[in-house]
């Protein structure tokens, strides 16, 4: 047998592998590396799924020396993606849920390596179970609805990640609730941007175990998935959770305890934020994503020329001025705000949260910290950022009310 006919046995049998596991839903990642073809800066690419539309799709990141670039796939079209790139990438990683298949190319041969992961010490886990605290339970009927969970109450392997990332969006989402004062058992609740409604059954489905009464909606412009949540809503008896078809500007809260707002893009996340400070919500939650606004703005100052040179740098030098200048605004109209990492970015790229918790009614903003926030966008360049206006805009509604001539 030569070596080129080695070579094609081994890349069919990783190619029947990677649709086995697609079929019976092992598949956690592909990463294919050492790249050798004509894309210029091009170094690696990463498969990984995505939930769109009620349907599974591999998200592709292409990941050039500065930048990233993401693309979605349905499986047909990512196998004839991964096959074309695989001609000028030397290995493939395929991680399966119970193993990893790693296809190794050089000029003489193609090796397949396969690890199996190590079994779960039973007694260990059991043990770990007992003492993690748990907020949701997998035997909720709406998990299975949502496609989390099977007909026997067990986690879809595909799943994993995005359970991993419900879980933990709902621990710091009770941490915060237990550190706002709730004059009532009701809790009026909006989502905006609320997608598929992972998130927005949690919530409700965590407040009703703690006793306390949510009217909770989810805002979402796709109309599918505002009828899918809400047929989910109705089947599972959720009275008070409701679903709206529309955005931020669309829909207008009369009252408003939490604002809720998880990858609401580019300014969509400052209108987000104007509503709930015009509400006086007491705690705001946002998951920014996509900052546009800033960056055609942004003019580095000469000390930082060397270092903005680079695009990516750029980016992400608009990126953390946009969520500064946010959360400092929420510092100057009474909020306590932190900005941190939601979960790891093995699990979303969109991972940074601003939460903040209303401790004062203002009615003008804090003058110290306007000053901290325009010497910070005199350094940069910046003359719009649309929290701002939206915020100076509702004051000089309120002094046109006020006003008697």
Known sequence: MSARQYASEQEQQWFLALTQAWNTQCFERLILSQYQGKVAELDKIIFQIVELQQQSMLKVTYRY???????????????????????????ANLFLSDAELQ??????????????????????????????????????????????????????????????QINKFTEIFSNAIADITVE???????????????????????????????????????????????????????????????????????????????????????FAIHCGI????????????CHKELRPQLTSP????????????QAQQAEMLTDSLRALLLNAYGYETKVFEFIGLEHTSKNKMILAIKRKDVTVPDAKIMQQI?????MYGIHQQSLQRLLEDELVDQDRVGCRC
């Open 65 to 91: 020396k500065t930048q990233d670039v993401t693309k979605n796939y349905n499986f047909e079209n990512a196998l004839n993606e991964i096959q074309q790139l695989l001609l000028d990438c030397k290995q």
């Open 103 to 164: 296809l190794k190319k050089n000029k003489k041969k193609v090796q397949l390596i396969q690890t199996k992961k190590k079994p779960i010490n039973t007694n260990a886990a059991q043990t770990h179970n007992r003492e993690k605290q748990r907020y949701l339970a997998l035997s909720q009927p709406y998990l299975q609805d949502l496609g989390i969970s099977d007909q026997h109450a067990k986690l879809v392997p595909s799943m994993a990640k995005k359970w991993k």
């Open 184 to 270: 009532q058992k009701q809790l009026d609740i909006v989502d905006f941007g609320s997608g598929k409604g992972y998130l927005t059954f949690a919530m409700y489905d965590y407040l009703q175990q703690q006793g306390l009464q949510p009217h909770i909606t989810g805002v979402e412009l796709r109309h599918n998935l505002v009828e899918f949540c809400q047929d989910v809503a109705q089947k599972n008896q959720f009275k008070h959770l409701n679903f709206f078809e529309g955005d931020v500007r669309s829909y207008q809260p009369e009252k408003l305890d939490v604002m809720v707002a998880l990858h609401a893009c580019d300014i969509a996340t400052d």
């Open 278 to 289: 015009r509400l006086g919500a007491n705690m705001i939650m946002c998951a920014p994503c």
């Open 302 to 313: 000469d000390v930082l020329k060397p270092m903005l040179q680079f695009g990516i740098h």
């Open 374 to 378: 325009e010497a910070l966008k005199a």
